[in-house]
């Protein structure tokens, strides 16, 4: 038997950033909403999902107008050229749901040159987007929880070893990092508590023997 396949869904986790930024925006325009989007690099396997779940969350929402979508490559030059064009292109932007915090940042850089600001989101809930939101320039990001996903997998593998059974894949839920929560993310990795395995699998995965 082989250790899981341990990681996060793109896909959710893109879409849960976007809720949350179109609960945010909901009736804070007159009528629909304008929404722009700023995607990751075109080779990555991150950014088709990503842009997916962006669409998705767009298409299942009324009042929700998607104006624009631009590439930045996942990089945070690439969010200010990105969110630069959008600019030029639309008198009036509601929000923005970016790929990653990266994205978010640049895009934010070019807010605070421009004066125009949006709500923005953005995806992976690193320290500088943490920093972001602390600050009340990012509203939220989804969380890619790398250490958790690494603890998981090593307990997994080791549970292997051991002869116990396994899901043959474990998909963190999406998590929102915003002003509410973010300390928990606000600290060290070593300060940080280790995830508990029955919760992240079925039952028949948690008991003693499995």
């Known amino acids: 038997m082989s250790p899981p396949v341990v990681g996060a869904d793109d896909h959710e986790l893109a879409r849960g950033s976007a809720n949350y930024l179109f609960d945010h925006v909901a009736g804070a325009a007159n009528d629909n909403a304008n929404i722009v989007s700023i995607e990751g690099h075109a080779n990555a396997m991150t950014t088709a999902p990503r842009a997916d779940g962006f669409r998705a969350a767009a298409a299942a929402r009324a009042g929700i107008c998607s104006v624009g979508s631009h590439s930045g490559d996942f990089q945070f030059d690439g969010g200010k050229a990105a969110m630069a064009a959008h600019l030029q292109a639309q008198a009036r932007i509601d929000g923005v749901l970016a790929a990653n915090d990266a994205l978010a940042l640049g895009a934010i850089e070019v807010m605070r040159q421009s004066r125009r600001w949006s709500a923005i989101v953005g995806v992976n809930a690193t320290p500088e987007g943490v920093e972001a939101i602390k600050r009340g320039e990012l509203l939220a990001s989804a969380a890619f929880d790398a250490m958790k996903m690494t603890s998981l ?58």
């Open 153 to 210: 997998a090593l307990e997994a593998a080791v549970r292997v070893l051991s002869g116990k059974a396994v899901p043959p894949q474990l998909l963190l839920p999406v998590e929102i990092v915003d002003r509410a929560n973010c300390a928990l993310w606000d600290r060290p990795y070593e300060a940080r508590s280790l995830p508990d395995w029955h919760q992240y699998v079925g039952q028949s995965f948690a008991e003693d023997g499995g």
